[in-house]
């Protein structure tokens, strides 16, 4: 979506008033009509710019706001945990994208989508001003890069996920006493009444993740409350639209190695912003004195050794070198023994000996090189 100049609303009495009194002054100066005609036309022109310009100066958020529909992820992409090329791949959100209610506007702005998660800009604009203590929260938790809006989700649907799959849990099916994860709004505050940001929809979560992804789907999203500790409003928000998933961009990397517990790492998967490392289980694999699942513990490093803070299995691609990636495995007999990697894990041991104490402790590891897909 695109803001164009015509669909500006600009203050028509001030400019009526402007035109006539240089109207007038053109009209005395200039007595030949044809000559007369042309002249007014430029003149007219010109002292439409000219309040323009006089507008965009006086009002420099006014003009601000103008290229930003379309245009959010530029400012916003690098802020996100997840981030990326955005602005670059990213297509218009088409359809209804714009919903008002109790005083505050959402747009959402772009949209780009690959197998394994969504993501959207959007822009939050309320007639009242957003309090102070709003903007300075994140400041308070210890997040200084953009700041949090999130928006709770009533209704959630992609037409992909239909008919109800065999193995489905019902306590995770979207039903009465259902509760959507709340996406997070990341971004920044223009001004006193306009928040810009972005999120991220994750096709990894359940109920999502029971489907496979189609190449092109509808999506429709129903908002009843937006805020965070500082700010809430209650409200009905609603949205749809058509998704075209990127595929180009997708690879998998079959791994298919066990630890002596059973768990497997089967494969790697990677999209321009995501890895995925899907863990299996097998009981053919389990050695003995492994039979407890939790007999084994495991860390992964990326090619510079630096720990990969994943949520099983799931992490940034910008945040680490994915040239190889490395899952140590070691055992954890006893809560002493457990207690004790863990700690040096998480701080004792400097970042840069990390590896070197891992291959001390470790029973074994599962290497994955996937220097090839270091690609742009």
Known sequence: MQIRFDDISVPTEKLNIVVEQNM?????????????????????????????????????????????????????????????????????????????????TITLSEIYCD?????????????EPFPEEVKESNMLEGDNIGYHMYLWIDQQELDFMTPLPEDYVPQQWPGEEY??????????????????????????????????????????????HIGNMYYEKDGAWEFETDVTVDTA????????????????????TLTPYEVYIDYGYDKTKIEEGYERIDSLQSVILDGDGIQIQDTVGEFPRAMYNISKITIYYFATPTEEVHDEIYENIHGKVPQEQLADYLEEVSMGKIEVDLGEYMKE
Do not use: C
């Not at 706001?65 to 791949?89: C, M, T, W």
């Not at 197998?115 to 007639?127: F, G, R, T």
């Not at 971004?187 to 489907?211: C, K, Q, S, W």
């Not at 690879?251 to 494969?267: A, F, L």
């Open 179 to 224: 509760e959507w994860t709340s996406l997070d709004l990341k971004g920044e505050y223009l001004d006193d009444h306009t928040y810009v940001g972005a999120m991220r929809v994750n096709f990894n979560e359940a109920p999502i993740a029971y489907y496979e992804v189609p190449e092109e789907f509808h999506w429709k999203l129903k908002v009843n």
């Open 24 to 104: 007038s002054e053109i009209r005395r100066r200039y007595e030949k009509k044809k000559r007369r005609d042309y002249l007014v036309r430029g003149a007219v022109a010109a002292v439409v710019a000219l309040f323009m310009v006089a507008v965009f100066t006086s009002d420099p958020t006014f003009a601000a706001k103008l290229p930003l529909i379309g245009h959010i992820f530029e400012r916003v992409q690098d802020e996100q945990k997840y981030s990326g090329n955005f602005a670059e791949v990213a297509e218009p959100v088409t359809d209804k994208n714009v919903s008002q209610s109790e005083g505050i």
């Open 249 to 268: 961009k997708f690879d998998v990397v079959e791994v298919n190695e066990s630890m002596p517990n059973g768990n497997t790492i089967e494969k790697v």
């Open 115 to 127: 197998p394994k998660a969504m993501y959207i800009s959007a822009m939050i604009e309320s007639e």
